[in-house]
């Protein structure tokens, strides 16, 4: 496809279990980039992954979040021991490499915790 | 500390008004500013400012950067109805290799018909 492909569109699960996120970035992008956005709050950042370097994790709010990039396409994001407040819109973006290149989202994956 | 504050936070309008949207933002190292449309799900792209006063348009809509006073104004002429949607202003801070977007809260602007 085009676009950046996320799924699932939607999840509900109970408190404290474990949940995986996953992003499909346009192809050849090489800059992938998981936001959350909160229920009347703007997009939040979490983490940022550019080729082969070190990802940029400053946005994850807690040690139960964490995410991988394999093969420098997919991504997955990971939440473990889920909260309620962990209830979000998670979003994922790419963009292709360069200094000052647009961000491109997907749909999004909505997270509801019970 | 970055920061992006949009204003208003919400407006209501009529299909043919024009409207003008707020963005003002602090930052340490200013490498770009975006705006974005979000209607149900994904934000779309829909101008990125580097440099001041060079007005970038696409049909309807333009927008226009003054980093000496650090604010972008988006204008919608001619609003229609499917210009409803969430306006998210979004700056691309540049000391670092981060990559990451600091987004305002958003502008929510229903046109009605």
């Known amino acids: 496809g085009a676009g950046v492909s996320q799924s699932p569109s939607n999840k509900v699960t109970e408190k404290g279990k474990d949940v995986e996120l996953r992003c499909d970035p346009i192809?050849?992008?090489?800059?992938l980039y998981w936001y959350r956005q909160s229920l009347g709050q703007g997009l939040e950042f979490l983490i940022y992954f550019q080729g082969n370097s070190a990802p940029d994790k400053s946005g994850l709010p807690s040690d139960r979040f964490s995410a991988e990039r394999t093969g420098g396409s997919v991504s997955t994001l990971t939440i473990q021991r889920t909260q309620q407040e962990d209830s979000a819109v998670y979003l994922c973006?790419?963009?292709?490499?360069?200094?000052?290149?647009?961000?491109?989202f997907g749909d999004g994956t909505r997270l509801s915790i019970l | 500390e970055d920061k992006v504050v949009q204003s208003p936070l919400s407006l209501v309008v009529h299909e043919g008004d024009t409207v003008t949207l707020n963005c003002s933002y602090e930052v340490t190292n200013f490498r770009s500013l975006l705006w974005y449309k979000q209607e149900k799900k994904a934000p779309t792209f829909l101008f990125m400012l580097t440099s001041s006063g060079i007005e970038k348009k696409s049909g309807r809509l333009s927008s226009i950067l003054d980093k000496k006073e650090l604010f972008s104004i988006l204008n919608i002429t001619a609003t229609q109805t499917g210009d409803s949607a969430i306006y998210l202003c979004?700056?691309?801070?540049?000391?670092?290799?981060?990559?990451?977007?600091?987004f305002g809260q958003g502008t929510t602007l229903q046109v009605k018909p």
């Open positions: 973006a790419s963009s292709s490499q360069g200094s000052n290149q647009p961000q491109h």
């Open positions: 192809s050849g992008h090489t800059a």
């Open positions: 979004a700056l691309h801070e540049g000391s670092s290799n981060t990559g990451k977007l600091i």
